[in-house]
Structures are given as structure tokens and as C-alpha cells.
């Protein structure tokens, strides 16, 4: 009896070792398990967060360019125009951020992005060069413009349809005036008051402004709704020179080349001229009772082939 008592509880024994090492073994492979899986986490994290945030326009990723406060651009820009060139470089390399937003306003033109932030740097040093901190206005604002301009002003010299150099300055010298007066009267100018203020024809500030517009497309759409799409094509159509009256022209044309010299002459001075049948008798020295007979016999012939 005691030999069975002393055999149960060694089994006992034996079975809560194996079962307590069994434990310890899923409890420490739960937990490399956890850890592994805890750093792969971590580090797809950082994946995804690196492609989140970068963004590289030329080779530069903004998502690791310092921010400055106003306070501390302010301080950067006096030592920069004292002439600290390191510092200069590091204050372009911080305010790309103005760049990359002002080009997304031109991400619709077709134009090559890496094109468009080249030019806005340019902007952007400009800006730089030419920001007094006396006015008290952020660095931004005055920026921001500038690099706006920069990029329209290449866009217009980039484009297809050249303009001299001259009906530019004089457009951009009539936007000018027309800023002027628009302030002094209040109201929007005209083109003649325009022309008059500039001491300048009126014709030649018309084509002045028309040179600096910007191609459209025909088929640019200018409306959609659920259905069709309405273009500029639709609304510049010429309702004059449709085909229809381009066709009857050329059958005109070839029927009046079936009639007589004499009856086309007549022809033509009737309805091309508007002379009166007394007129045209006087010229060719006949009757007006044969122009009349003779205009007949013509049109009657013609509209055969009308």
C-alpha cells in the first residue's frame, strides 16, 4: 500500500516536470516569436512611414529639410546679406518646401516638374537676395510671389507661339497701368483709357495683351456634366462658313464658269457689285431691256447646276 502511494506521487512528480518544461519551452518560444514579430512590425513601420514622407524633386528629399521658425529666418537672412555663404545654401536647402507647393498649382500644364522646381529656385533665390527685413512681412509672403512669377514668366518664353521681346514689355507695361488706374477710378479700365495713360495706340495694347495669353486647346473641355463634355471647339465654331454654304459657293462657282463672258460680266456686276440694271446697260452699252433678258436667260441656266 505504501509502495503504491510512493509510485502515484513519483509519476506525479514526473508528470508536472514534463508538463512544466513543456511550459517553459512555449512560454520562451512565444516570446522569440513575439519579439521577431515585434521588430518586423517596427521595421515595416519605418518603411512605410520613409516612403509616406519622402518626397524627392530632383534629388532632394524634402522630408529630411530642416524647418526654421520666423523668428530664426529673420536672424539667418541679416547674416546671409552680411555675407555668410554656408548659411545661404542651408536657408535655400529650408525653404524648398515653398518651391515643391507653389509648382503643384502648375502640375496640370504638361510641363516637366524637375523643369518647373529649377525655376522656382531661381525664384527663390531672388526672393532672397531682394527681401528687405524691415517691412516686417514673413519671408514666405514676400517668397512666394516671386517664385510664381519666375515660373510664368519661363512658361512664356517656353512657349510654342513666340512673342518679341518688345510686345511684352508693352504688355507687361499696359497690366501695369491698367493696376494704376483700376486703384485711381475704382473701377476696371478700359483698353482706350489704358492706351491713353500710356500715350500708345489703342490697337497696339490690344495685340500687346493678346500676345500674352496662353494657348488654349479646342479640344480643352470648358463644361461637363453627366453627359457630353462641351469644348472650346463647340463654342468658337463659325456659324457663317458652315459646309453647307461652303458647298453651295463652290457649285455657284462652277455653274458661273458655264456661263458666257458677257453673262458672267453682267452677273457680277448685279450681285457682286450691286449695280442696277441701268447702270450695268450704261457700261456695256445695250439696253436695260437686254440686261434684264440676259440676267434671266443666266440665272435660269444656272440654277440647273444650283
Given at each position: 500500500?505504501?509502495?503504491?502511494?510512493?509510485?502515484?506521487?513519483?509519476?506525479?512528480?514526473?508528470i508536472?516536470?514534463?508538463?512544466?518544461s513543456?511550459?517553459?519551452?512555449?512560454?520562451?518560444?512565444?516570446?522569440?516569436?513575439?519579439?521577431?514579430?515585434k521588430?518586423?512590425?517596427?521595421?515595416?513601420?519605418?518603411?512605410?512611414?520613409?516612403m509616406v514622407?519622402?518626397?524627392?524633386?530632383?534629388?532632394?528629399?524634402?522630408?529630411?529639410?530642416?524647418?526654421?521658425k520666423?523668428?530664426?529666418?529673420?536672424e539667418?537672412?541679416?547674416?546671409?546679406?552680411?555675407?555668410?555663404?554656408?548659411?545661404?545654401d542651408?536657408?535655400?536647402?529650408?525653404?524648398?518646401?515653398?518651391?515643391?507647393?507653389?509648382?503643384?498649382?502648375?502640375?496640370?500644364?504638361?510641363?516637366?516638374?524637375?523643369?518647373?522646381?529649377?525655376?522656382?529656385?531661381?525664384?527663390?533665390?531672388?526672393?532672397?537676395?531682394?527681401?528687405?527685413?524691415?517691412?516686417?512681412?514673413?519671408?514666405?509672403?514676400?517668397?512666394?510671389?516671386?517664385?510664381?512669377?519666375?515660373?510664368r514668366?519661363?512658361?512664356?518664353?517656353?512657349?510654342?507661339?513666340?512673342?518679341?521681346?518688345?510686345?511684352?514689355?508693352?504688355?507687361?507695361?499696359?497690366?501695369?497701368?491698367?493696376?494704376?488706374?483700376?486703384?485711381?477710378?475704382?473701377?476696371?479700365?478700359t483698353v482706350?483709357?489704358?492706351?491713353k495713360?500710356?500715350?500708345?495706340?489703342?490697337?497696339?495694347?490690344?495685340?500687346?495683351?493678346?500676345?500674352?495669353?496662353e494657348?488654349v486647346?479646342?479640344?480643352?473641355?470648358?463644361?461637363?456634366?453627366?453627359?457630353?463634355?462641351?469644348?472650346?471647339?463647340?463654342?468658337?465654331?463659325?456659324?457663317?462658313?458652315?459646309?453647307?454654304?461652303?458647298?453651295?459657293?463652290?457649285?455657284?462657282?462652277?455653274?458661273?464658269?458655264?456661263?458666257?463672258?458677257?453673262?458672267?460680266?453682267?452677273?457680277?456686276?448685279?450681285?457682286?457689285?450691286?449695280?442696277?440694271q441701268?447702270?450695268?446697260?450704261?457700261?456695256?452699252?445695250?439696253?436695260?431691256?437686254?440686261?434684264?433678258?440676259?440676267?434671266?436667260?443666266?440665272?435660269?441656266?444656272?440654277?440647273?447646276?444650283?
Amino acid at each position: 500500500m505504501i509502495k503504491e502511494e510512493t509510485d502515484e506521487e513519483q509519476l506525479w512528480a514526473d508528470i508536472s516536470s514534463v508538463v512544466g518544461s513543456a511550459l517553459d519551452k512555449f512560454i520562451a518560444m512565444r516570446e522569440t516569436e513575439g519579439a521577431a514579430l515585434k521588430a518586423d512590425v517596427l521595421e515595416k513601420a519605418d518603411v512605410i512611414e520613409d516612403m509616406v514622407s519622402k518626397v524627392e524633386i530632383c534629388g532632394v528629399n524634402t522630408a529630411k529639410l530642416p524647418l526654421y521658425k520666423d523668428g530664426e529666418m529673420m536672424e539667418m537672412i541679416e547674416k546671409i546679406h552680411a555675407g555668410d555663404k554656408e548659411l545661404r545654401d542651408e536657408f535655400i536647402k529650408g525653404n524648398l518646401r515653398l518651391v515643391l507647393s507653389v509648382i503643384q498649382r502648375f502640375s496640370g500644364r504638361g510641363e516637366n516638374p524637375d523643369d518647373l522646381f529649377q525655376v522656382g529656385c531661381i525664384g527663390l533665390i531672388k526672393a532672397l537676395d531682394n527681401f528687405d527685413t524691415s517691412h516686417g512681412v514673413k519671408f514666405s509672403t514676400y517668397a512666394v510671389p516671386m517664385i510664381i512669377g519666375e515660373i510664368r514668366r519661363y512658361l512664356r518664353d517656353n512657349n510654342s507661339i513666340r512673342v518679341s521681346r518688345s510686345m511684352r514689355d508693352l504688355a507687361y507695361k499696359a497690366l501695369q497701368t491698367k493696376e494704376q488706374l483700376a486703384a485711381k477710378l475704382l473701377r476696371e479700365p478700359t483698353v482706350s483709357e489704358i492706351a491713353k495713360a500710356m500715350d500708345t495706340k489703342r490697337e497696339d495694347v490690344v495685340m500687346a495683351l493678346e500676345s500674352i495669353q496662353e494657348p488654349v486647346s479646342l479640344y480643352e473641355p470648358v463644361f461637363h456634366d453627366d453627359g457630353d463634355a462641351i469644348y472650346v471647339m463647340d463654342q468658337v465654331q463659325d456659324s457663317k462658313n458652315t459646309d453647307v454654304k461652303w458647298i453651295e459657293n463652290i457649285s455657284l462657282s462652277e455653274a458661273m464658269k458655264k456661263l458666257s463672258p458677257r453673262e458672267r460680266h453682267i452677273l457680277n456686276m448685279r450681285f457682286f457689285e450691286g449695280k442696277t440694271q441701268m447702270e450695268v446697260a450704261e457700261e456695256i452699252s445695250i439696253s436695260q431691256a437686254q440686261v434684264s433678258r440676259l440676267e434671266k436667260n443666266a440665272l435660269k441656266y444656272m440654277r440647273k447646276y444650283v
